[in-house]
Protein backbone atom coordinates (compact mmCIF):
# COMPACT_ATOMS: atom_id res chain seq x y z
CA UNK A 1 0.00 0.00 0.00
CA UNK A 2 2.68 2.37 0.70
CA UNK A 3 4.73 1.85 -2.46
CA UNK A 4 0.98 2.45 -4.19
CA UNK A 5 0.81 5.95 -2.08
CA UNK A 6 4.32 6.82 -3.13
CA UNK A 7 3.43 6.58 -6.48
CA UNK A 8 0.18 8.31 -6.59
CA UNK A 9 1.84 11.00 -4.72
CA UNK A 10 4.74 11.42 -7.31
CA UNK A 11 1.64 11.28 -10.21
CA UNK A 12 -0.33 14.03 -8.23
CA UNK A 13 3.31 15.99 -8.31
CA UNK A 14 4.09 15.57 -11.81
CA UNK A 15 0.46 16.95 -13.02
CA UNK A 16 1.15 20.05 -10.64
CA UNK A 17 4.51 20.85 -11.87
CA UNK A 18 3.35 21.44 -15.72
CA UNK A 19 0.63 23.36 -16.62
CA UNK A 20 -0.71 21.64 -19.31
CA UNK A 21 -1.50 18.71 -17.14
CA UNK A 22 -2.24 20.58 -14.30
CA UNK A 23 -5.22 22.56 -16.18
CA UNK A 24 -6.91 19.00 -17.06
CA UNK A 25 -6.48 17.60 -14.01
CA UNK A 26 -7.78 21.20 -12.40
CA UNK A 27 -11.06 20.68 -15.11
CA UNK A 28 -11.64 17.29 -14.29
CA UNK A 29 -11.73 17.70 -10.98
CA UNK A 30 -14.20 21.12 -10.60
CA UNK A 31 -16.25 19.30 -13.36
CA UNK A 32 -16.46 16.41 -10.46
CA UNK A 33 -16.83 18.58 -8.11
CA UNK A 34 -19.97 20.72 -9.97
CA UNK A 35 -21.64 17.30 -10.35
CA UNK A 36 -21.31 18.02 -14.40
CA UNK A 37 -22.67 14.68 -15.32
CA UNK A 38 -25.84 15.53 -13.35
CA UNK A 39 -26.23 19.01 -14.49
CA UNK A 40 -25.40 17.37 -18.76
CA UNK A 41 -28.40 14.86 -17.88
CA UNK A 42 -30.76 17.23 -17.61
CA UNK A 43 -29.95 19.13 -20.31
CA UNK A 44 -30.01 16.47 -22.30
CA UNK A 45 -33.66 15.19 -21.18
CA UNK A 46 -34.23 18.83 -22.62
CA UNK A 47 -32.63 18.57 -25.60
CA UNK A 48 -34.36 15.19 -26.59
CA UNK A 49 -37.58 16.87 -26.25
CA UNK A 50 -36.74 19.91 -28.51
CA UNK A 51 -34.99 17.61 -30.85
CA UNK A 52 -38.38 16.39 -32.96
CA UNK A 53 -40.09 19.57 -32.63
CA UNK A 54 -37.12 21.53 -34.27
CA UNK A 55 -37.03 19.36 -37.13
CA UNK A 56 -40.40 18.87 -37.85
CA UNK A 57 -40.37 22.55 -37.69
CA UNK A 58 -37.66 23.47 -40.20
CA UNK A 59 -38.64 20.43 -42.57
CA UNK A 60 -42.04 21.80 -43.00
CA UNK A 61 -40.28 25.17 -43.25
CA UNK A 62 -38.46 23.29 -46.30
CA UNK A 63 -41.45 21.65 -47.73
CA UNK A 64 -42.92 25.28 -47.81
CA UNK A 65 -40.23 27.46 -49.10
CA UNK A 66 -38.75 25.09 -51.11
CA UNK A 67 -41.62 23.48 -52.99
CA UNK A 68 -40.69 24.47 -56.27
CA UNK A 69 -36.72 23.04 -55.58
CA UNK A 70 -36.73 19.49 -54.18
CA UNK A 71 -32.96 19.56 -55.01
CA UNK A 72 -32.16 22.24 -52.83
CA UNK A 73 -34.58 20.81 -50.32
CA UNK A 74 -32.73 17.25 -50.28
CA UNK A 75 -29.26 19.26 -49.85
CA UNK A 76 -30.60 21.35 -46.50
CA UNK A 77 -32.30 18.46 -44.95
CA UNK A 78 -29.31 16.33 -45.57
CA UNK A 79 -27.06 18.83 -44.31
CA UNK A 80 -28.84 19.36 -40.97
CA UNK A 81 -29.26 15.75 -40.49
CA UNK A 82 -25.81 15.56 -41.05
CA UNK A 83 -25.76 16.81 -37.27
CA UNK A 84 -26.85 13.77 -36.42
CA UNK A 85 -24.50 10.63 -37.85
CA UNK A 86 -26.22 7.05 -38.26
CA UNK A 87 -29.05 8.82 -36.86
CA UNK A 88 -30.45 10.83 -39.58
CA UNK A 89 -32.01 8.20 -41.89
CA UNK A 90 -34.51 7.07 -39.05
CA UNK A 91 -34.91 10.54 -37.98
CA UNK A 92 -36.05 11.72 -41.26
CA UNK A 93 -38.22 8.55 -41.87
CA UNK A 94 -40.15 9.26 -38.86
CA UNK A 95 -40.71 13.09 -39.58
CA UNK A 96 -40.93 13.78 -42.79
CA UNK A 97 -44.12 12.33 -43.76
CA UNK A 98 -46.11 14.80 -41.24
CA UNK A 99 -45.26 18.55 -43.23
CA UNK A 100 -48.07 17.69 -45.38
CA UNK A 101 -50.64 20.03 -43.10
CA UNK A 102 -47.82 22.58 -42.61
CA UNK A 103 -49.81 25.19 -40.82
CA UNK A 104 -51.06 22.72 -38.03
CA UNK A 105 -47.65 21.18 -37.88
CA UNK A 106 -46.10 24.65 -37.55
CA UNK A 107 -48.44 25.56 -35.10
CA UNK A 108 -47.74 22.27 -32.45
CA UNK A 109 -44.23 22.40 -33.31
CA UNK A 110 -43.94 25.67 -32.48
CA UNK A 111 -45.12 25.46 -28.96
CA UNK A 112 -43.66 22.18 -28.29
CA UNK A 113 -40.18 23.61 -29.63
CA UNK A 114 -40.69 26.71 -27.70
CA UNK A 115 -40.85 24.50 -24.62
CA UNK A 116 -38.01 21.93 -24.83
CA UNK A 117 -35.93 25.14 -26.18
CA UNK A 118 -36.46 26.97 -22.86
CA UNK A 119 -35.59 24.19 -20.80
CA UNK A 120 -32.79 23.56 -22.75
CA UNK A 121 -31.58 26.94 -22.41
CA UNK A 122 -32.59 27.14 -18.23
CA UNK A 123 -30.71 23.35 -17.97
CA UNK A 124 -27.17 25.03 -19.94
CA UNK A 125 -28.08 28.67 -17.80
CA UNK A 126 -27.80 26.70 -14.49
CA UNK A 127 -24.85 24.59 -15.64
CA UNK A 128 -23.29 27.46 -16.52
CA UNK A 129 -23.95 29.28 -13.19
CA UNK A 130 -23.14 26.46 -10.67
CA UNK A 131 -19.61 25.68 -13.09
CA UNK A 132 -19.16 29.67 -12.38
CA UNK A 133 -19.88 29.09 -8.98
CA UNK A 134 -22.38 31.54 -8.44
CA UNK A 135 -24.65 31.17 -5.24
CA UNK A 136 -27.89 30.95 -6.12
CA UNK A 137 -29.36 33.78 -4.22
CA UNK A 138 -26.89 35.89 -6.71
CA UNK A 139 -28.39 34.53 -9.76
CA UNK A 140 -30.07 37.62 -11.92
CA UNK A 141 -33.26 38.03 -11.70
CA UNK A 142 -35.34 36.15 -13.66
CA UNK A 143 -36.60 38.59 -16.98
CA UNK A 144 -32.80 38.22 -17.22
CA UNK A 145 -32.14 35.17 -17.33
CA UNK A 146 -35.45 34.98 -19.84
CA UNK A 147 -33.35 37.35 -21.95
CA UNK A 148 -30.31 34.86 -21.90
CA UNK A 149 -32.36 32.07 -22.46
CA UNK A 150 -34.04 33.32 -25.77
CA UNK A 151 -30.44 34.58 -26.82
CA UNK A 152 -28.81 31.15 -26.23
CA UNK A 153 -31.96 29.23 -28.33
CA UNK A 154 -30.83 31.96 -30.92
CA UNK A 155 -27.11 31.21 -31.03
CA UNK A 156 -26.96 27.16 -31.22
CA UNK A 157 -30.05 27.92 -33.71
CA UNK A 158 -28.24 29.80 -35.96
CA UNK A 159 -24.59 27.69 -35.31
CA UNK A 160 -26.78 24.24 -36.48
CA UNK A 161 -28.52 26.26 -39.25
CA UNK A 162 -24.77 28.00 -40.40
CA UNK A 163 -23.04 24.88 -40.20
CA UNK A 164 -25.93 22.87 -42.76
CA UNK A 165 -25.20 25.38 -44.99
CA UNK A 166 -21.35 25.20 -44.74
CA UNK A 167 -22.28 21.36 -45.22
CA UNK A 168 -24.85 21.88 -48.21
CA UNK A 169 -22.14 23.93 -50.16
CA UNK A 170 -19.87 20.62 -50.36
CA UNK A 171 -22.72 19.07 -52.07
CA UNK A 172 -23.17 21.61 -54.25
CA UNK A 173 -22.05 20.29 -58.40
CA UNK A 174 -21.36 23.68 -59.40
CA UNK A 175 -19.21 24.62 -56.66
CA UNK A 176 -17.66 20.81 -56.89
CA UNK A 177 -16.90 21.44 -60.55
CA UNK A 178 -15.33 24.65 -60.04
CA UNK A 179 -13.13 23.96 -56.47
CA UNK A 180 -12.67 19.94 -56.96
CA UNK A 181 -13.86 17.64 -54.28
CA UNK A 182 -10.74 17.57 -52.09
CA UNK A 183 -10.64 21.45 -52.21
CA UNK A 184 -14.26 21.50 -51.63
CA UNK A 185 -14.63 19.75 -48.56
CA UNK A 186 -11.22 20.92 -46.91
CA UNK A 187 -13.59 24.29 -47.22
CA UNK A 188 -15.82 22.60 -45.89
CA UNK A 189 -14.10 21.32 -42.92
CA UNK A 190 -12.76 25.02 -42.13
CA UNK A 191 -15.51 26.61 -42.84
CA UNK A 192 -17.69 24.59 -40.18
CA UNK A 193 -14.70 24.98 -37.57
CA UNK A 194 -14.60 28.27 -37.95
CA UNK A 195 -18.59 28.56 -37.51
CA UNK A 196 -18.74 26.26 -34.47
CA UNK A 197 -15.65 27.96 -32.87
CA UNK A 198 -18.10 31.45 -33.43
CA UNK A 199 -20.85 29.88 -31.77
CA UNK A 200 -19.12 28.71 -29.02
CA UNK A 201 -17.84 32.04 -28.48
CA UNK A 202 -21.06 33.68 -28.60
CA UNK A 203 -22.69 30.63 -26.12
CA UNK A 204 -20.09 30.98 -23.53
CA UNK A 205 -20.19 34.79 -23.54
CA UNK A 206 -24.03 34.53 -23.32
CA UNK A 207 -24.03 32.25 -20.59
CA UNK A 208 -21.18 33.71 -18.38
CA UNK A 209 -22.58 35.57 -14.95
CA UNK A 210 -20.02 38.40 -15.44
CA UNK A 211 -18.86 40.31 -17.96
CA UNK A 212 -15.34 39.28 -19.58
CA UNK A 213 -13.46 39.77 -22.58
CA UNK A 214 -13.72 37.79 -25.85
CA UNK A 215 -10.30 36.44 -24.97
CA UNK A 216 -11.29 35.28 -21.75
CA UNK A 217 -13.60 32.71 -23.46
CA UNK A 218 -10.99 31.96 -26.87
CA UNK A 219 -9.81 28.44 -25.38
CA UNK A 220 -13.11 27.26 -23.73
CA UNK A 221 -14.29 28.39 -28.04
CA UNK A 222 -11.50 26.92 -29.69
CA UNK A 223 -12.08 23.47 -27.39
CA UNK A 224 -15.71 23.39 -27.86
CA UNK A 225 -15.61 24.27 -31.87
CA UNK A 226 -12.94 22.19 -32.73
CA UNK A 227 -14.18 19.51 -30.42
CA UNK A 228 -17.27 19.45 -31.71
CA UNK A 229 -16.14 19.36 -35.30
CA UNK A 230 -13.97 16.15 -34.96
CA UNK A 231 -16.96 14.38 -33.03
CA UNK A 232 -18.96 15.19 -36.49
CA UNK A 233 -16.39 13.90 -38.36
CA UNK A 234 -16.02 10.79 -35.97
CA UNK A 235 -19.83 10.86 -35.55
CA UNK A 236 -20.86 7.90 -37.57
CA UNK A 237 -18.23 5.61 -36.12
CA UNK A 238 -19.07 6.68 -32.70
CA UNK A 239 -22.93 6.77 -33.11
CA UNK A 240 -22.61 3.22 -35.39
CA UNK A 241 -20.56 1.58 -32.32
CA UNK A 242 -23.23 2.46 -29.51
CA UNK A 243 -25.99 1.55 -31.52
CA UNK A 244 -24.50 -1.69 -32.87
CA UNK A 245 -24.26 -2.23 -28.85
CA UNK A 246 -28.14 -1.17 -28.15
CA UNK A 247 -29.72 -2.52 -30.91
CA UNK A 248 -29.51 -6.42 -29.73
CA UNK A 249 -30.71 -5.41 -26.81
CA UNK A 250 -33.30 -2.55 -27.31
CA UNK A 251 -34.31 -3.13 -31.06
CA UNK A 252 -35.87 0.54 -32.10
CA UNK A 253 -35.44 1.57 -29.12
CA UNK A 254 -31.83 1.87 -29.92
CA UNK A 255 -32.17 5.17 -31.91
CA UNK A 256 -33.49 6.99 -29.22
CA UNK A 257 -31.15 5.79 -27.32
CA UNK A 258 -28.27 6.61 -29.70
CA UNK A 259 -30.18 10.38 -29.79
CA UNK A 260 -29.65 10.69 -26.66
CA UNK A 261 -26.41 9.61 -26.19
CA UNK A 262 -25.44 11.89 -29.06
CA UNK A 263 -26.98 15.01 -27.29
CA UNK A 264 -25.90 13.83 -24.19
CA UNK A 265 -21.88 13.94 -25.77
CA UNK A 266 -22.37 17.36 -27.23
CA UNK A 267 -23.71 18.81 -24.16
CA UNK A 268 -20.60 17.46 -22.24
CA UNK A 269 -18.12 18.77 -24.52
CA UNK A 270 -20.22 22.11 -23.73
CA UNK A 271 -20.35 21.73 -20.13
CA UNK A 272 -16.37 20.86 -20.59
CA UNK A 273 -15.90 23.82 -22.68
CA UNK A 274 -17.28 26.44 -20.14
CA UNK A 275 -15.33 24.41 -16.97
CA UNK A 276 -12.01 25.11 -19.05
CA UNK A 277 -13.15 28.66 -19.11
CA UNK A 278 -14.09 28.61 -15.44
CA UNK A 279 -10.53 27.04 -14.22
CA UNK A 280 -8.22 29.68 -16.44
CA UNK A 281 -10.42 32.92 -15.95
CA UNK A 282 -10.31 32.25 -12.02
CA UNK A 283 -6.82 30.46 -12.26
CA UNK A 284 -7.74 27.36 -10.26
CA UNK A 285 -5.43 25.00 -10.67
CA UNK A 286 -2.82 23.63 -10.25
CA UNK A 287 -5.38 20.97 -7.91
CA UNK A 288 -4.26 17.65 -6.06
CA UNK A 289 -5.56 14.42 -7.70
CA UNK A 290 -6.51 13.84 -3.52
CA UNK A 291 -9.97 14.87 -1.83
CA UNK A 292 -9.56 17.03 1.16
Not at 162 to 172: C, D, E, I, V, Y
Not at 255 to 279: D, R, S
Request: with cysteine; charged share 10%; aromatic share 10%.
Amino acid sequence: MKAIDRAFAAVDQFQQRHSFTAIISACVRSYSDARGSMLAGLTTFYGFLATFPLLLLFFTAVAVVLKNNPELQARLINAVLSQFPDLGRNLEDQIHTLSANSLAVGLVTSLGLLWGGLGVARALTHASTTLWGVPRVDEPPFWIRLRREVGIIFVVGATILAGAFATALSTNRVAESVFGSTWLHLGELALSCAVNVIGYFFALKLLAPTKHTWRTFAPGAILGGLGWSAVLSLGSALVAHHLGSLGALYGVFAVVLGLVFWINLGTQLFLYATTLTVVLQTKDWPKSLRRS
